[in-house]
């Protein structure tokens, strides 16, 4: 039985990965569907899949990291719908290296869009929220992490860390306004943002992956989907303020990864292409007025 019929669900990133698998499980269970994104593409492609389950969608141009944008795209999905239900502040980027030369601006960007990004979109739905009075529920995706770093993800851990902490104290905020507000950490999920961490099917990435992650296999964007889905149900009414892991038990296990030859070959290739998708994206991303 569809549990979100009637309700409508706003979802940063959404052009791809985790956001579009949010989004196509929302559809399902009966939600429309407001896709902010840069991604106009990918937006467009999330879209048309929703109309293809029989709901409604609508693609709004936005920058989580201007205000100005974000805000319009709240209101827009407002005007269109007469409503707001659910929030997914899903959105993000990650940029790796040393402490000794990250440059300023991969430092900023991060922030910008993985942290004051998160804060943005927040705001903007649960002012729209509030106003309509109809209560709601907000979920943001923080990462697997927020708990585990490294010597070149320390930057992104950092955002996440902040988004973790930041939903304990709206949870106490929104409260008053039957807004519930948790986070999820991600492990490693088959997306484009993670192709180097995941590794090709086959592949000697993934199969290390596969042996180190006790349930044997990588994350689907379905996965982060389904506990989305129940944060934003009926079931998930009393869940207000959490951080919750979602990556197969590898949290424990991430220790035990010896790089061969074959894996690191295919991780130097599979960065090689995130990095063209990031400077193909940057121009977008730069845009925030």
């Given at each position: 039985?569809s549990?979100?019929i009637?309700?409508?669900?706003?979802?940063?990133?959404?052009?791809?990965?985790?956001?579009?698998?949010?989004?196509?499980?929302?559809?399902?269970?009966?939600?429309?569907?407001?896709?902010?994104?840069?991604d106009?593409?990918?937006?467009?492609?999330?879209?048309?899949?929703?109309?293809?389950?029989?709901?409604?969608?609508?693609?709004?141009?936005?920058?989580v990291a201007s205000?100005?944008?974000?805000?319009?795209?709240?209101?827009?999905?407002?005007?269109?719908?007469?409503?707001?239900?659910?929030?997914?502040?899903?959105?993000?980027?990650?940029?790796?290296?040393?402490?000794?030369?990250?440059?300023?601006?991969?430092?900023?960007?991060?922030?910008?869009?993985?942290?004051?990004?998160?804060?943005?979109?927040v705001?903007?739905?649960?002012q729209?929220?509030a106003?309509?009075?109809?209560?709601?529920?907000?979920?943001c995706?923080?990462?697997?992490?927020?708990?585990?770093?490294?010597?070149?993800?320390w930057?992104?851990?950092?955002?996440?860390?902040?988004?973790?902490?930041?939903?304990?104290?709206?949870?106490?905020?929104?409260?008053?306004?039957r807004?519930?507000?948790?986070a999820?950490?991600?492990?490693?999920?088959?997306?484009?943002?993670?192709?180097?961490?995941?590794g090709?099917?086959l592949?000697?990435?993934?199969?290390?992956?596969e042996?180190?992650?006790?349930?044997g296999?990588?994350?689907?964007?379905?996965d982060?989907?389904?506990?989305?889905?129940?944060?934003a149900?009926?079931?998930?009414?009393?869940?207000?303020?959490?951080?919750?892991?979602?990556d197969?038990?590898?949290?424990?296990?991430r220790?035990?990864?010896?790089?061969?030859?074959?894996?690191?070959?295919?991780?130097?290739?599979?960065?090689?292409?995130?990095?063209?998708?990031?400077?193909?994206?940057?121009p977008?991303?730069?845009?925030r007025?």
């Amino acid at each position: 039985m569809s549990q979100l019929i009637g309700k409508v669900a706003f979802i940063t990133g959404a052009g791809s990965g985790i956001g579009r698998g949010i989004a196509l499980r929302l559809a399902r269970e009966g939600a429309d569907i407001c896709i902010p994104d840069i991604d106009q593409d990918g937006a467009r492609m999330t879209a048309d899949l929703v109309t293809q389950l029989g709901r409604q969608a609508l693609v709004l141009k936005a920058n989580v990291a201007s205000h100005m944008q974000i805000q319009t795209a709240a209101r827009d999905c407002v005007n269109r719908f007469g409503r707001l239900d659910i929030a997914v502040a899903n959105a993000g980027i990650g940029r790796s290296g040393s402490v000794l030369d990250m440059s300023p601006k991969d430092w900023q960007d991060q922030i910008d869009v993985n942290l004051t990004g998160v804060f943005l979109t927040v705001q903007a739905a649960a002012q729209q929220m509030a106003r309509l009075g109809n209560g709601g529920r907000i979920v943001c995706i923080s990462s697997l992490a927020a708990l585990n770093t490294s010597g070149t993800m320390w930057a992104y851990s950092a955002t996440k860390v902040g988004v973790a902490m930041m939903v304990r104290g709206w949870a106490q905020d929104l409260g008053p306004h039957r807004i519930t507000v948790n986070a999820i950490g991600p492990g490693v999920i088959e997306t484009p943002l993670a192709a180097g961490l995941a590794g090709e099917p086959l592949g000697a990435i993934r199969s290390s992956l596969e042996t180190r992650t006790p349930v044997g296999r990588v994350g689907q964007p379905d996965d982060i989907a389904g506990l989305v889905n129940f944060m934003a149900g009926p079931d998930g009414a009393f869940m207000s303020g959490s951080y919750v892991v979602m990556d197969g038990g590898l949290r424990d296990s991430r220790g035990s990864w010896e790089p061969d030859p074959k894996a690191v070959e295919e991780q130097q290739r599979l960065f090689g292409r995130a990095a063209e998708r990031q400077m193909k994206m940057q121009p977008l991303l730069d845009d925030r007025g």
